[in-house]
């Protein structure tokens, strides 16, 4: 008889708490932001607070960007100060920020409790991420990243349909609820939650600081992430040109009719792009984690990568809704297939010391993906498409819209098949290699920036959204580009 423990009892305590807590805090995050836009813009007699959309997506921009940037410089202090502790924090301000921001009606006010819940949902992120990759080996990583993202769709399938009824009584009920999930976790974090083993680390504050900024000098980790964005541009059309594309161009009752057969009264609309993703992802990953479990990193996110094409492939010749249906749920297969394993790699090579500082990096790949891809999206599809809606012409401009995209997938097919042949292997060659073709990045970043910030005023009015983009990139471009030609980083070694 073997006694090789179940995949899953492999696993220690922590890794369950950690993924429990992931699942709430998703569930907050989600809930909220499937009505945040519209309640923010709504007309004042229907319950909303009536601000223009312009000021929305200001507002957004800098709260998604807080997302996304503050996991670096939370992933550092989580390294320094403990976990556990960076925990109590971030839920408390989570908690604190969703509830005073259903309580205020004034842009200043709600705009300041929204960024302090950014703040916290930011210095979250990494220290689950960190947490995953200290409670798990090279044997059940891949596995255990797997069941950390099917958390997350858990909450982001969820915690929508919550939210439609709760907006049913009151708008406030849906910041109460996000504040009621993340209050809920300060109880397992105070009783349950035990720090990972983890070295011992009496930097000083700024210290830290200064070690996470020169993470951007490790530029074998950098490109990867570089690489691996491209892919992440695709995704983050499923929040902009397939809403639109699903508007403009596919007649959706067909839907409407089989659900209806069914005894269910459902319109299929832009929301269920979402829960098209997420429900594929519940359904699918753990068994999908499961079947590459003993397969390398790298080139399962390289197959990820090439199933993602095939999804925007289907997009590409969807005349009819389930052609679209069929091509979202494809693409999260590919989704699935490649991310849990780009988290289990970033464990993996980042250095003992500073696991939740590489774990909060990791989610460059958001801020990449998101500038570009909605940017890219949103101006291609104003210029290429919108004019040609309803007209003969239409599908065909389409299918090369679409197609257009996955050409930019395949891109970051051969990009990652040519890194794991080439930059796989920590060595003074291919250190000196990728340090070479990231400094070419950084000033592509800060080119992006200088034309961002050109975008930004060559309308009748500023464009405050994209002016937030160009200072990101700038930061990134302008940090990664002093401290790569400054330093001579030397990066992790690999599995």
Same mark, same amino acid.
Not at 16 to 24: R, S, T
Not at 143 to 150: H, I, P
Not at 223 to 233: D, K, N
Not at 460 to 470: F, I, N, R, W
């Given at each position: 008889?073997?006694?090789?423990?179940?995949?899953?009892?492999?696993?220690?305590?922590?890794?369950?708490?950690?993924?429990?807590?992931?699942?709430?805090?998703?569930? #907050?995050?989600?809930?909220?932001?499937?009505?945040?836009?519209?309640?923010?813009?709504?007309?004042?007699?229907?319950?909303?607070?009536?601000?223009?959309?312009?000021? =929305?997506?200001?507002?957004?921009?800098?709260?998604?960007?807080?997302?996304?940037?503050?996991?670096?410089?939370?992933?550092?202090?989580?390294?320094?100060?403990?976990?556990?502790?960076?925990?109590?924090?971030?839920?408390?301000?989570?908690?604190?920020?969703?509830?005073?921001?259903?309580?205020?009606?004034?842009?200043?006010?709600?705009?300041?409790?929204?960024?302090?819940?950014? $703040?916290?949902?930011?210095?979250?992120?990494?220290?689950?991420?960190?947490? &995953?990759?200290?409670?798990?080996? !090279?044997?059940?990583?891949?596995?255990?990243?797997?069941?950390? +993202?099917?958390?997350?769709?858990?909450?982001?399938?969820?915690?929508?349909?919550?939210?439609? =009824?709760?907006?049913?009584?009151?708008?406030?009920?849906?910041?109460?609820?996000?504040?009621?999930?993340?209050?809920?976790?300060?109880?397992?974090?105070?009783?349950?939650?035990?720090?990972?083993?983890?070295?011992?680390?009496?930097?000083?504050?700024?210290? @830290?600081?200064?070690?996470?900024?020169?993470? /951007?000098?490790?530029?074998?980790?950098?490109?990867?992430?570089?690489?691996?964005?491209?892919?992440? *541009?695709? +995704?983050?059309?499923?929040?902009?040109? =397939?809403?639109?594309?699903?508007?403009?161009?596919?007649?959706? $009752?067909?839907?409407?009719?089989?659900?209806?057969?069914?005894?269910?009264?459902?319109?299929?609309? #832009? !929301?269920?792009?979402?829960?098209?993703?997420?429900?594929? &992802?519940?359904?699918?990953?753990?068994?999908?984690?499961?079947?590459?479990?003993?397969?390398?990193?790298?080139?399962?996110?390289?197959?990820?990568?090439?199933?993602?094409?095939?999804?925007?492939?289907?997009?590409?010749?969807?005349?009819? @809704?389930?052609?679209?249906?069929?091509? &979202?749920?494809?693409?999260? =297969?590919?989704?699935?297939?490649?991310?849990?394993?780009?988290?289990?790699?970033?464990?993996?090579?980042?250095?003992?010391?500073?696991?939740?500082?590489?774990?909060?990096?990791?989610?460059?790949?958001?801020?990449?993906?998101?500038?570009?891809?909605?940017?890219?999206?949103?101006?291609?599809?104003?210029?290429?498409?919108?004019?040609?809606?309803?007209?003969?012409?239409?599908? $065909?401009?389409?299918?090369?819209?679409?197609?257009?995209? @996955?050409?930019?997938?395949?891109?970051?097919?051969?990009?990652?098949?040519? +890194?794991?042949?080439?930059?796989?292997?920590?060595?003074?060659?291919?250190?000196?290699?990728?340090?070479? *073709?990231?400094?070419?990045?950084?000033?592509?970043?800060?080119?992006?920036?200088?034309?961002?910030?050109?975008?930004?005023?060559?309308?009748?009015? @500023?464009?405050?959204?994209?002016?937030?983009?160009?200072? *990101?990139?700038?930061? /990134?471009?302008?940090?990664?580009?002093?401290?790569? #030609?400054?330093?001579?980083?030397?990066?992790?070694? $690999?599995?």
């Amino acid at each position: 008889m073997s006694d090789e423990k179940p995949l899953l009892a492999t696993f220690p305590a922590v890794f369950w708490v950690a993924n429990v807590m992931e699942l709430f805090e998703r569930a #907050a995050y989600y809930g909220l932001n499937s009505v945040l836009a519209v309640y923010l813009t709504d007309q004042t007699s229907k319950g909303g607070l009536g601000f223009t959309e312009s000021s =929305v997506g200001f507002l957004q921009s800098l709260i998604y960007a807080c997302n996304y940037v503050v996991p670096i410089v939370g992933g550092a202090l989580a390294d320094r100060y403990g976990y556990r502790r960076m925990l109590l924090f971030s839920f408390s301000i989570l908690a604190f920020g969703y509830f005073a921001a259903g309580n205020v009606t004034t842009y200043g006010a709600v705009f300041a409790f929204l960024l302090l819940m950014a $703040t916290g949902g930011g210095l979250f992120k990494p220290i689950i991420s960190g947490t &995953i990759a200290r409670s798990t080996n !090279e044997e059940n990583s891949g596995f255990g990243f797997g069941v950390y +993202y099917w958390m997350i769709n858990v909450g982001a399938f969820l915690a929508p349909l919550v939210v439609s =009824v709760l907006k049913g009584f009151s708008w406030r009920y849906v910041f109460l609820a996000s504040a009621a999930y993340c209050a809920l976790m300060l109880f397992p974090t105070l009783f349950l939650y035990k720090n990972p083993p983890q070295p011992e680390n009496t930097k000083s504050f700024g210290e @830290v600081v200064r070690g996470a900024a020169m993470v /951007l000098g490790d530029a074998r980790f950098m490109l990867m992430i570089v690489v691996y964005s491209a892919f992440w *541009i695709l +995704y983050f059309q499923n929040f902009g040109s =397939v809403l639109w594309f699903l508007r403009d161009f596919v007649d959706g $009752t067909p839907v409407d009719r089989f659900f209806a057969g069914l005894g269910i009264p459902l319109k299929f609309d #832009a !929301e269920h792009v979402t829960v098209v993703n997420a429900g594929t &992802i519940i359904l699918l990953q753990v068994l999908v984690s499961r079947a590459v479990k003993n397969v390398r990193a790298l080139p399962t996110m390289v197959s990820g990568i090439a199933i993602g094409a095939l999804g925007f492939l289907c997009l590409a010749f969807a005349t009819n @809704v389930w052609l679209l249906i069929l091509g &979202i749920a494809v693409f999260s =297969v590919g989704e699935m297939t490649a991310h849990p394993k780009y988290y289990s790699y970033v464990g993996l090579v980042a250095p003992q010391d500073k696991k939740a500082v590489y774990m909060g990096y990791a989610f460059l790949y958001g801020v990449i993906g998101s500038l570009v891809g909605s940017s890219l999206g949103g101006w291609l599809y104003g210029a290429w498409l919108k004019p040609k809606i309803g007209s003969p012409e239409g599908m $065909t401009a389409a299918r090369e819209f679409w197609l257009l995209f @996955v050409a930019l997938d395949v891109l970051a097919f051969f990009g990652l098949l040519a +890194y794991d042949r080439f930059f796989a292997a920590d060595t003074p060659e291919t250190n000196a290699k990728a340090r070479s *073709i990231m400094l070419g990045v950084y000033v592509l970043l800060l080119l992006l920036s200088a034309g961002f910030v050109w975008l930004s005023v060559r309308g009748p009015e @500023v464009s405050y959204k994209t002016l937030v983009q160009a200072a *990101i990139l700038l930061v /990134l471009g302008g940090g990664g580009l002093a401290i790569t #030609a400054s330093h001579r980083h030397a990066s992790p070694a $690999t599995p």
